[in-house]
C-alpha cells in the first residue's frame, strides 16, 4: 500500500468541497486503506481524503493510543451537537507544526456509511469529537486554522510557504550533487 501525499496548506486543492461517494468497491477500500497507513505513518489521529488531494467525502480516524480502532467514515453528517463548547489544542497533518486551540461542540452524533456502505451512527466526546468535525471541515474545503484570526492565520501561511519553499531548495540542490 503506498503512501499518499499530504498537500500542505495553503494549498488550493484544500478548499475544494468534497463530493459525496456513490460506489462503494475495490478502489475506495484500497484508498481507504492507503489514507490509514499515511495517516498512521504521518503521525496522525485522522486524515480527510480532500487532504490526499480526492475529492470525495471519506475520513478516517484513530484515536486511540494503541493504533487499533480505525473508524472509516464516508459521506458522514452531523445529526446532533451539544449546545456545551470547549477549547482543543488542534493539529493537522496539513499544517505541520501548527497547533492551537479552536472551539468545538463538546458532543457530537454523527451519521454515516462504513466501507460496505451500510449505514451507522456514533455519538461522540472529547478527542473523537473533535477529529470528527476537524476531519468534517476539511471535506467541505475548510483548515482549522481558518477558526484563527486574521493574523496568526497569515502568519501560519507565510510560515508554511518559507518552509516549502526551503525544501524545493534542499531537493534541488541535493539533486544536483
Not at 45 to 73: M, N, P
Not at 99 to 109: I, P, S, T
Not at 117 to 145: N, R, S, T, Y
Amino acid at each position: 500500500m503506498p503512501l499518499l501525499n499530504i498537500l500542505r496548506y495553503p494549498d488550493p486543492r484544500l478548499h475544494k468541497v468534497a463530493k459525496p461517494v456513490t460506489t462503494f468497491d475495490a478502489k475506495l477500500k484500497q484508498l481507504a486503506e492507503d489514507m490509514a497507513e499515511t495517516m498512521y505513518e504521518a503521525p496522525g489521529v485522522g486524515l480527510a481524503a480532500t487532504q490526499v488531494d480526492v475529492h470525495e467525502q471519506l475520513i478516517v480516524i484513530d484515536t486511540s493510543d494503541a493504533r487499533t480502532d480505525l473508524r472509516v467514515f464516508i459521506n458522514p453528517e452531523i445529526v446532533w451537537a451539544s449546545a456545551e463548547m470547549q477549547v482543543y489544542e488542534e493539529g493537522c497533518l496539513s499544517v505541520p507544526g501548527i497547533y492551537d486551540g479552536v472551539e468545538r461542540h463538546a458532543q457530537v452524533r454523527v451519521k454515516a456509511l462504513d466501507i460496505e456502505g451500510k449505514p451507522f451512527e456514533l455519538e461522540a466526546d472529547g478527542l473523537l469529537a473533535v477529529c470528527i468535525q476537524h476531519e468534517m471541515d476539511h471535506l467541505k474545503g475548510k483548515v482549522f486554522v481558518e477558526y484563527l484570526s486574521p493574523l496568526k492565520r497569515n502568519r501560519i501561511k507565510t510560515k508554511m510557504l518559507k518552509e516549502e519553499r526551503e525544501q524545493t531548495k534542499s531537493r534541488k540542490q541535493a539533486a544536483v550533487r
